[in-house]
């Protein structure tokens, strides 16, 4: 099973946060264990929501908003996708994690087999990564 873990900071947190060299190598060795068990999917930080936007959905209407968003108690700063067998598996991941301050939010990824096996656009997006070399359900 897929599972994100989602590393959240307040605004200020984000906004002020440059990783010290004991910081980056801490966080270094967290990757490649990941990597060496063969649990990292996908991982990367975000830029601060200074550089970002928001759009928000109302009906049909969308309005956009450009950052930073201080009215945020959390933003998302940073992710990893990880292959575990379980939410036990993954929490236990998300406790590894080599932070000082923040929080890890852990997400089970929905699974194609989540939904109805008939249904035409599960079968196109099943069709979909069988073509582009996804092996996985999900």
Known sequence: MKYMLL????EATQADYVPNEDDMNAMGAFNQELIAQGKLLAGEGLRESALG??????????TVTDGPFTEA?????????IDADDKAEAVEWARRVP???GRVEVRRVVDLADFPQDNEFVQQEKDWRAEH??????
Do not use: H, N, P, Q
Not at 7 to 10: H, K, N, R, S, V
Not at 73 to 81: C, D, S, T
């Open 73 to 81: 108690k959390e933003l998302v700063a940073g992710f990893w996708i």
């Open 133 to 138: 070399g996804e092996s996985r359900t999900a």
């Open 7 to 10: 590393m959240t900071f307040d």
């Open 99 to 101: 932070l000082k301050s």
């Open 53 to 62: 936007a928001r759009v928000d959905y109302d009906g049909d209407d969308r």
